[in-house]
């Protein structure tokens, strides 16, 4: 019996009737993934990217029916999707965020040493990069142990 996939709806916040709200429109693009049974949400990401770890099927916490619900692993992600994982967009914003920061001591003629206020901002913004970064280090090591003891071979 072939599972049903799960329901993924997306929303844009980004004003549509200006030219430049194009811009916004991925930026701002809530996306919610349901059970195809119930239709209980099961996922809330903020931006439009579905690359998901996993084994490719779950069961649903509200109507107990289990569905697809478009997770892969790893080796067998595509090289774009993975680029996706690691940098969603909100680690983008980020370190966009980060950058302008480095931009605006580097024009004030600041250097991280000279004031503690600027070690604190580098300390600010490097903490939860990396954080984040252990954490997808994590998830991508369980998700290669999951596929390895699948016994499955690499589809390219």
Request: overall charge positive.
């Amino acid at each position: 019996m072939d599972l049903p996939l799960a329901i993924k709806e997306q929303e844009t916040i980004g004003p549509s009737l200006l030219i430049e709200g194009s811009f916004f429109t991925g930026i701002l693009c809530p996306t919610v993934y349901r059970c195809p049974n119930c239709r209980s949400v099961y996922k809330f990401i903020l931006g439009p990217g579905d690359v998901f770890l996993g084994e490719g099927h779950r069961t649903c916490s509200k109507c107990q029916k289990e569905f697809r619900d478009r997770s892969k692993e790893w080796p067998v992600i595509s090289s774009i999707d993975r680029i996706f994982f690691l940098f969603p967009m909100v680690v983008d914003g980020w370190i966009l965020l980060a950058l302008i920061a480095c931009a605006v001591f580097f024009y004030a003629d600041w250097n991280v040493s000279s004031t503690p206020v600027l070690m604190l901002a580098a300390i600010f913004f490097a903490i939860p990069l990396m954080a984040w970064f252990i954490f997808r280090g994590y998830q991508i090591a369980r998700s290669i142990r999951r596929f390895s003891l699948q016994g499955k071979t690499k589809a390219a």
